[in-house]
């Protein structure tokens, strides 16, 4: 009610002891909460929320001064609070908090805002509480997965002489998805035929759980080993598998080693240093990107030793090892946890702009990695939406990198809801799932028992990598229509393409199609084209590629 406050304080009311006041500023109304001496000190208004329902939540936010101000929307509701989202609010401008919610049981509830610094006063202005049912929301992914992930292909098959050939038969089967889906990996396949076989069957993506780590590959100081992670890298080759570089440097100070942790500042800079030109020059070309510094949004060991600037300094010297490879930084709760101050979209935001600014880090080629671990509360969908749709604003590739969801959870369930989401997402360029298996078992979610037979959790991936066409030992048969036309709507990907006709002898040849994403957005109607001409002797295929209709 009264969302753009054209009516005054109509429909809202103080939460806790704040004073509200309602201004006008050039023309635009506003609502403000003075007067506070609590965080939750605000304004409010009350709302019915549907457990069946999925909530997108907008507002525009500002502070009345500073700058780099928390400010959170919550709900409160009979089963608890509910944080809808947080911005980083000035007081120069209006920042847009951009989130969501679900709730568990239908009732009552009660908006408010909250924000840690009581000093300010909080103005916010053009509130927006949208409901979409489940089928809506599931309508969006699929329109989004068709938009993004697929392209239009029209094939033709002609004689010799340019006409027609209606009838044709043309077999068309996936050889290689361009989307990456994967899962980590861990020694334990390198001599395990039964885990190499249902891993590479799957997977086009892998990220090696420890392996490639500092604490793994020099032990002891001054003595190196990647002997381990050099034959996981060879089995990738080998299998076509793409490597994700994970990590160069991590800044949570119980993953360091004793004698890291007992160097001074200086020692620290020089080993560090050898560190990152050790590993990112050992497998420089042979890995698709770097995790340089492992989450230092809620970790500071290299920080408190070397000063703010560490992280900062350490992705200099990365662009200078490899700055070819795009450096992600990498983190959790950022799409997992919206109460999570220390990782919200915003400071990751926050975080990713510092390193860029730092001199002579301009020309970097950086990336968001999200790690998703799923493990306090039950998956808010419409909060990851927003939050990818927040982070895209960086204009760099964003990664899923360590998908889970915790065993106090319905694993299958949400891990098929998370991989829905994540997928149809048109920012999201790669998906990892953290669930390699080791000598002890997984991390918190396996998708095979010890005998590489799957769980529920893996059938779930299966079902979904068949229904995005991303597994298929099966080619797809069609026939041309009268003008010797056939259309379809393809994944992402290689394909190889035979075309029969009766006046064809050699029916068998194979030619390669590939199908691509398309980076511009327009309004053209126009599909992929592929023209195939068919003689007495071979069949081939001419392609020709045009921009396919892209809209969000």
């Known amino acids: 009610m009264n969302p753009e406050f054209n009516n005054g304080l109509k429909g809202w009311s103080s939460f806790g002891n704040a004073k509200l006041e309602h201004k006008e500023s050039q023309g635009n109304k506003f609502l403000v909460a003075l007067s506070r001496s609590q965080p939750h000190d605000s ?5 019915y929320l549907q457990a069946d329902k999925l909530y997108t939540f907008s507002a525009w936010i500002q502070a009345s001064s500073g700058s780099g101000i928390p400010v959170a929307a919550m709900f409160k509701t009979a089963s608890g609070l509910v944080s809808a989202g947080q911005v980083i609010a000035e007081s120069s401008c209006w920042s847009m908090l951009k989130g969501g919610l679900t709730v568990e049981a239908s009732g009552d509830a009660e908006l408010y805002f909250e924000s840690k610094n009581t000093s300010v006063e909080i103005w916010i202005d053009s509130i927006s ?12 992914q699929d329109q989004s997965i068709s938009m993004n992930r697929k392209s239009k292909v029209r094939i033709q098959a002609v004689d010799a002489r340019g006409s027609p050939l209606p009838n044709a038969t043309i077999s068309i089967q996936q050889k290689y998805p361009s989307f990456p889906f994967g899962c980590s990996m861990t020694k334990l396949i390198l001599n395990n035929p039964a885990h190499q076989k249902w891993f590479t069957s799957r997977f086009r993506v892998t990220t090696f759980g420890d392996e490639m780590k500092w604490y793994s590959t020099e032990y002891v100081q001054g003595h190196e080993d990647y002997s381990v992670a050099d034959a996981m890298l060879q089995f990738a080759q080998q299998n076509n598998i793409a490597v994700r570089g994970h990590n160069v440097l991590w800044d949570d100070p119980q993953y360091q080693l004793g004698w890291v942790k007992s160097l001074d500042a200086q020692q ?15 497998y420089k070309g042979k890995v698709i990107s770097w995790d340089v510094v492992n989450e230092n949004l809620h970790f500071n060991f290299f920080e408190s030793k070397m000063g703010p600037n560490a992280s900062a300094i350490f992705y200099n010297w990365a662009i200078k090892a ?28 926050q975080k990713l702009r510092e390193i860029q600014s730092f001199p002579g880090n301009e020309g970097g080629r950086y990336g968001i990695g999200l790690e998703s671990h799923f493990d306090s509360s039950i998956p808010n969908i419409p909060y990851i939406r927003a939050s990818l749709d927040t982070l895209a604003a960086a204009k760099v590739p964003i990664w899923i990198t360590e998908l889970d969801v915790s065993s106090h959870l319905d694993q299958p369930l949400y891990l098929e809801q998370l991989l829905r989401e994540l997928h149809s997402h048109p920012q999201i360029q790669g998906i990892v799932i953290w669930g390699g298996r080791g000598p002890q078992g997984c991390y918190r979610m396996c998708l095979t028992d010890e005998n590489f037979n799957n769980l529920p ?14 597994w298929t030992s099966d080619s797809d048969s069609f026939t041309t229509d009268n003008n010797g036309y056939f259309e379809a709507s393809l994944p992402h990907g290689d394909y190889d393409v035979k075309i029969s006709h009766s006046s064809a002898i050699d029916s068998n040849r194979v030619h390669k199609l ?32 045009k921009l396919q209709d892209k809209s969000i």
């Not at 304004?43 to 709302?47: E, G, L, R, T, Y």
């Not at 949208?130 to 929301?137: A, H």
């Not at 959790?457 to 991303?470: A, F, P, Q, S």
Request: charged share 25%; proline share 3%; aromatic share 8%.
């Open 457 to 470: 959790t893996g059938d779930v991936v299966d079902k979904l990598l068949r229904e995005w066409g991303y």
């Open 43 to 47: 304004m409010s208004q009350k709302v």
């Open 268 to 282: 620290l800079e020089s080993a560090t240093n050898k560190r990152l030109n050790s590993v990112m020059q050992r």
């Open 129 to 140: 509480l949208q409901p979409f049912t489940k089928n809506q929301w599931k309508s969006h």
């Open 322 to 349: 490899d700055g070819g490879t795009p450096l992600f930084l990498n983190d959790f709760n950022t799409i997992e946890e919206s109460r999570d101050e220390l990782s919200s979209p915003a400071k990751y935001l």
């Open 514 to 545: 590939n199908v691509a994403s398309t980076t511009s957005y327009t309004q053209s109607n126009a599909c992929r084209q592929v023209k195939a001409v068919v003689d007495l002797i071979n069949a081939f295929i001419k392609g020709q590629n």
